[in-house]
């Protein structure tokens, strides 16, 4: 099962793509981190999965459907945009009537309790509440929907600590039960490697990476050893990022096959190295593997 499928989609604003030649695949049943610099293209991608934006050339398919095409489909989606919406004359037991009104699938026990836990005044208004508990508002609208894809633009950064950690734990607690998806753009990468198991990178409007976090971390090694020039590397070996000293060569490579040069000492990645890597390097340094599958 898909939850998204992009097919040569791009966004144009005026005379800035946001978003060009992005093809990729996001499995249902799963959590999906997007991640990439500011101005990456992350929200446009989002909104583009969410209706809220058309494409300018290619295609999109969200839960086996065209976003914004009609009640059913907003039914399967939901969506916490970035500056998490909430109407500020609302109190914050109205946000949960309208909820209820508006979305056939509401959970309105699990409304409650994630109000209740958070402390949410059910009488104040929304336009009174600070900036975090705002965004909780609005992440328990999202969740109490029950929809089966969840997108979520940096749903955590207004958050503290401990409410950042619950919340995930909300999320991986509805994608275990109910096999909600979830894709969610974040600049906090340690975040995401608690809760992500696939991931997609944009840097420059385009897909630099997309792939299941387990294997894109057993197929990337940072190889160190004497100095030498990367167009020597074997043919199946990608090289990502290389830095020379004098004497030394440090390259992270990415390849499906063993290393077998015993002149390299190989290391692995955290899931945050990864990502810097290639948000470092936003150009191939020599593309030898076709990096989108
Ligand atoms: N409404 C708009 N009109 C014109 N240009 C826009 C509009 N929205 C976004 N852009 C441009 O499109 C590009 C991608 O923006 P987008 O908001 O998708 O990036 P992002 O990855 O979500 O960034 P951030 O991490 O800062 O939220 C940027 O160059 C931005 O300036």
């Known amino acids: 099962m898909?939850?998204?499928?992009?097919?040569?989609?791009?966004?144009?604003?005026?005379?800035?793509?946001?978003?060009t030649r992005c093809s990729l695949e996001i499995p249902a049943g799963h959590v999906t981190g997007l991640v990439g610099p500011n101005g990456a293209g992350k929200s446009t991608l989002l909104n583009l999965a969410s209706g809220m934006l058309e494409p300018t050339t290619g295609a999109i398919e969200v839960c086996g459907g065209v976003p914004g095409s009609g009640p059913a489909q907003l039914a399967k989606v939901g969506y916490v945009a970035q500056n998490t919406p909430v109407y500020a004359n609302?109190?914050?037991?109205?946000?949960?009537?309208?909820g209820a009104h508006l979305n056939p699938s509401w959970d309105a026990g699990l409304a409650r309790r994630r109000v209740e836990r958070i402390?949410?005044?059910?009488?104040?208004?929304?336009?009174?509440?600070?900036?975090?508990?705002?965004?909780?508002?609005?992440?328990?609208?999202?969740?109490a929907k029950r929809p089966e894809l969840l997108l979520l633009d940096e749903p955590v950064a207004a958050l503290d600590p401990l409410a950042r950690r619950e919340f995930l734990k909300d999320l991986m607690e509805s994608v275990a039960e109910h096999g909600l998806s979830v894709v969610m753009s974040s600049h906090l990468v340690a975040d995401l490697e608690r809760v992500c198991d696939h991931l997609v990178v944009l840097v420059e409007a385009r897909v630099r990476l997309v792939g299941d976090v387990e294997d894109l971390l057993a197929t990337h090694h940072r190889l160190t050893g004497p100095r030498r020039d990367v167009a020597t590397m074997p043919s199946d070996q990608h090289v990502v990022s290389a830095e020379h000293t004098d004497r030394q060569t440090?390259?992270?490579?990415?390849?499906?096959g063993p290393i077998l040069d015993p002149a390299w000492a190989v290391g692995g990645l955290s899931l945050e190295d990864l990502v810097l890597e290639y948000l470092s390097n936003p150009?191939?340094?020599r593309p030898a593997l076709e990096v989108l599958r």
């Open 119 to 143: 402390g949410l005044d059910p009488g104040k208004a929304a336009g009174k509440l600070s900036g975090g508990q705002r965004a909780q508002l609005a992440l328990t609208l999202g969740i």
């Open 250 to 256: 440090t390259v992270v490579v990415r390849t499906e």
């Open 90 to 98: 609302l109190t914050v037991e109205e946000h949960l009537r309208l």
């Open 2 to 19: 898909t939850a998204l499928r992009a097919q040569g989609l791009g966004k144009k604003y005026k005379r800035t793509w946001a978003l």
């Open 283 to 285: 150009a191939e340094v």
